[in-house]
């Protein structure tokens, strides 16, 4: 069937360090690829997608490329700040559904 | 980008009462809508697909006497916890595709729902 699994959390980083959450899928089919973002008490934002191989989603300092030969949707920053503190969600869609990996949380320390 | 509108965003309710959580697409259309539920610190549980104008579609172990969905409009869904118990606290959230594409959702901002 189709799933997503990502890099169990949590993740706790310094403010300006690099980061990775790792997200690597399964699906039979050519699925588009998500990364969204949940702060506290809040629904989900969506942050970046590719719906392609090889296709690059950006957005905010985030990237992600999407790699058909190793089945990964890799998430990366630079440099995080505090702001960035959140659950992050790598999700795929095929057939008309949404399905979502268990969620990273992320905590930027000053 | 399009706007999902989920309301209340909080609700209390007592045990054995029922709640309704209305999902709106503000700026389109959407003929299929799907609810989330969340638990703490967990993942996204896709409960149902609601269709606009048919029965929606209950993921396996999902009770849809319980869950009751109606999409009545191509703007508006609600689910409905019926006879709610304490187990059935937790974040509900609804989503929709977007006007542009259907690989792109849209997301309310949730409801939290707390059964004493």
């Given at each position: 069937g189709n799933s997503v699994t990502q890099?169990?959390?949590?993740?706790?980083?310094?403010?300006?360090?690099?980061?990775?959450?790792?997200?690597?899928?399964?699906?039979t089919g050519y699925p588009s690829l998500f990364w969204y973002v949940q702060y506290p008490g809040e629904g989900l934002q969506l942050l970046l997608k590719a719906t392609k191989a090889d296709d690059k989603g950006s957005n905010k300092g985030f990237e992600a490329t999407y790699r058909k030969e190793t089945t990964s949707f890799h998430l990366e920053k630079?440099?995080?700040?505090?702001?960035?503190?959140?659950?992050y969600f790598c999700a795929l869609s095929l057939n008309n559904k949404l399905i979502f990996g268990a969620g990273t949380r992320l905590a930027v320390h000053p | 980008g399009a706007v999902v509108s989920q309301h209340p965003s909080r609700v209390i309710c007592?045990?054995?009462t029922s709640v309704?959580?209305?999902?709106?697409?503000l700026d389109f259309q959407a003929t299929t809508m799907f609810w989330y539920r969340q638990f703490p610190k967990q993942s996204l549980m896709l409960m149902a697909?609601?269709?606009?104008?048919?029965?929606?579609?209950?993921?396996?172990?999902?009770?849809?006497?319980k869950f009751l969905i109606n999409h009545a409009s191509l703007t508006l869904s609600t689910l409905t916890v019926t006879s709610a118990h304490p187990e059935d606290s937790s974040f509900y959230i609804c989503s929709a595709f977007?006007?542009?594409?259907?690989?792109?959702?849209?997301?309310?901002?949730?409801?939290r729902l707390t059964v004493v």
């Open positions: 890099m169990e959390g949590p993740v706790t980083l310094s403010e300006e360090a690099f980061l990775t959450i790792n997200c690597t899928y399964t699906a630079g440099s995080v700040q505090v702001s960035d503190s959140a659950v | 007592k045990s054995g309704k959580i209305e999902c709106r697409s697909t609601s269709n606009e104008g048919s029965k929606a579609t209950y993921e396996q172990g999902v009770e849809k006497d977007g006007p542009v594409s259907n690989t792109e959702a849209f997301f309310g901002q949730g409801t």
